[in-house]
């Protein structure tokens, strides 16, 4: 079963307002990341966020993360129409010489103008 | 000063061929990822190498075979391609020790197998 699971899986909202994507997991992490894909392209890297912390803002961006609830949310505030794309939270459980991310199943964002 | 890239961006195959994928990185870094994207955008880790070293090997079939000629390059090579394996393959690299975790990702290969 996917480890990462985000709700809602579509969001459509207009510009201006503040969209909130929500992704729980189901094993140990060591962090949480958040990725961006645009249509058509590569995944862009948004914030990483640790275990041991709880909250974590860049710029437009607020996450926050559970470890009790094994769930985290990323905020996009004053939404732009440039935000349209897929959202995909990753847990990386490892300490190791890699980060083994494990994918959510992503929730469409759509910023209308 | 593309920071991953890979070649080609769009492959169409027939059913039983073989194929290759490749991938580089100009950012220093020393691990190098494979990742598939279904059709219901699921993406999943498929191998990793650090320092040419293959470190994870995800339940894959043997069909699918990575090389890492150096650290700044990973192939991915593909034999008697199957019509399940129409894809979007993503390369990423990361370095470790530093921003542990943060993967920079390529712009993917679409694969279509007929």
Redesign the interface.
Known sequence: SQQGEEDPQALSIQEGENATMNCSYKTSINNLQWYRQNSGRGLVHLILIRSNEREKHSGRLRVTLDTSKKSSSLLITASRAADTASYFCATDPNTGTASKLTFGTGTRLQVTL | DTA?SQTPKYLVTQMGNDKSIKCEQNLGHD?M?WYKQDS??????MF?Y?NKEL??NETVPNRFSPKSPDKAHLNLHINSLELGDSAVY?C?S?Q?SR??????????TRLLVL
């Open positions: 991953v691990t990822y219901k955008k699921f993406l999943k880790i990793s650090n470190i994870i993503f990423a990361s470790v921003l542990k975790g943060t993967q920079y990702f390529g712009p993917g």
